[in-house]
């Protein structure tokens, strides 16, 4: 199966910015859909965007506006640009894709954003 790699983690303060890349191990024409997904300590994961084939990005409400993603099949990776971090944003986020109903993490990057 395809693995995925994040990176780009980092501490930032608040109002800054970080980009963040999902790099597949293999080809990602076969996934229709990536997903960028966040976990702060003590909470749940939560969804924060997703990307399908085409281009086309879905983003929870809490990061419309300010965050985007896009995705890059040729180079098979995901970015997700995030502007105007504030503290909630402090988290672990993981890349994903589900497959023939098995569900596929990568290791995560670790954001954190100082107030």
């Known amino acids: 199966q395809v693995q995925l790699v994040e990176s780009g983690g980092d501490l930032v303060q608040a109002g800054g910015s970080l980009r963040l890349s999902c790099a597949a191990s293999g080809s990602i024409n076969q996934i229709a859909v990536i997903a960028w997904y966040r976990q702060a300590p003590g909470q749940q994961r939560e969804l924060v965007a997703t990307?399908?084939?085409?281009?086309?990005?879905n983003l929870a409400d809490f990061v419309r506006g300010r965050f985007t993603v896009s995705r890059d099949n040729a180079k098979r990776i995901v970015n997700l640009q995030m502007n105007s971090l504030q503290s909630a944003a402090t988290a672990t986020y993981y890349c994903?894709?589900?497959?023939?109903?098995?569900?596929?993490w990568g290791q995560g990057t670790r954001v954190t954003v100082s107030s």
């Open positions: 994903h894709y589900r497959l023939s109903s098995v569900d596929y």
């Open positions: 990307v399908n084939r085409a281009g086309n990005v």
